[in-house]
């Protein structure tokens, strides 16, 4: 079992960042309002429960995302995880993987003529096609160069 860390932009980092900047915040300012002000009735209890039920689940989920968002390839299996989200695919019905070296970016083709970007360091997209044609060796593996992938965008 293989495994590759997903890439995040730094963009995504500071979302991520936000995010939980927020979830602390939130946290905080329930916490406040529930020690100046109380909660006298059922209302005010299940707000205060469902705030920090929001923020405590928002935080995990962005903390999950953060440490746990990978491609794994197995024998059989290339999955995807990121934060508790996860997808399967079988290694038996990739087709294909394209390298678009002008945009540094890779592809896996399916059969059933669907895809999905694989978002690594580009350190790795050797060893990881490597390690997905081994697994099935009908896989194709095709690349692009910035050349060619400007005469297509000048094509559309």
Same mark, same amino acid.
């Given at each position: 079992m293989k495994k590759y860390k997903f890439r995040f932009s730094t963009l995504i980092l500071c979302i991520f960042a936000l #995010? =939980?900047? %927020?979830?602390?915040? #939130? =946290?905080? %300012?329930n916490i406040y309002r529930l020690l100046t002000q109380g909660a006298q009735s059922p209302y005010e209890w299940m707000q205060y429960i469902i705030l920090f039920f929001v923020s405590i689940l928002l935080a995990v989920i962005i903390v999950s995302m953060f440490i746990k968002s990978q491609y794994v390839i197995t024998?059989?299996?290339?999955?995807?995880?990121?934060g508790i989200i996860r997808t399967k695919y079988d290694i038996t019905k990739i087709s294909s993987v394209h390298l678009f070296q002008g945009a540094g970016k890779l592809a896996v083709y399916f059969s059933d003529n669907k895809y999905t970007a694989v978002v690594i360091k580009e350190c790795y997209f050797d060893d990881?096609?490597?390690?997905?044609?081994?697994?099935?060796?009908?896989?194709?593996f095709s690349f692009s160069t910035a050349e060619e992938e400007d005469e297509l965008k000048k094509k559309k």
């Open positions: #995010g =939980l900047a %927020l979830c602390a915040a #939130g =946290l905080g %300012l024998e059989r299996k290339l999955i995807v995880q990121f990881f096609i490597k390690e997905l044609t081994s697994k099935n060796e009908k896989i194709g």
